[in-house]
């Protein structure tokens, strides 16, 4: 079992940039893929970013050239730099982990870009 906490998330204008952060109530040392998800009112839960066991990436069309993942230590596992955002960025945003084929999630943090 691990618990995930996001920190990062708020209000930032068109253009401007975020770093959001995936707390982790254990060291997390083995993982099968670890990533960002976003949820905008109205629309389903979709893939923001993901780096995979052995290091490659994967990024959702929308965010690509924009969004960086990046892994961090043990007990900060994952973070997510946001840069020229925009108002279609708005949403949750959730960290996921995936051990031994099990999904852990965070609670989400809001992130919210005016125009």
């Known amino acids: 079992q691990v618990q995930l906490v996001e920190s990062g998330g708020g209000l930032v204008q068109a253009g401007g940039s975020l770093r959001l952060s995936c707390a982790a109530s254990?060291?997390?040392?083995?993982?099968?893929?670890m990533g960002w998800y976003r949820q905008a009112p109205g629309k389903q839960r979709e893939l923001v970013a993901v780096?995979?066991?052995?290091?490659?990436?994967n990024y959702g069309d929308s965010v690509k050239g924009r969004f960086t993942i990046s892994r961090d230590n043990a007990k900060n596992p994952v973070n997510l730099q946001m840069n020229s955002l925009k108002p279609e960025d708005t949403a949750v945003y959730y960290c996921?982990?995936?051990?031994?084929?099990?999904?852990?999630w965070g609670q989400g943090t809001q992130v919210t870009v005016s125009s």
């Open positions: 996921n982990i995936r051990m031994w084929g099990v999904d852990y």
């Open positions: 254990r060291s997390i040392f083995r993982f099968d893929a």
């Open positions: 780096i995979i066991s052995g290091g490659s990436t």
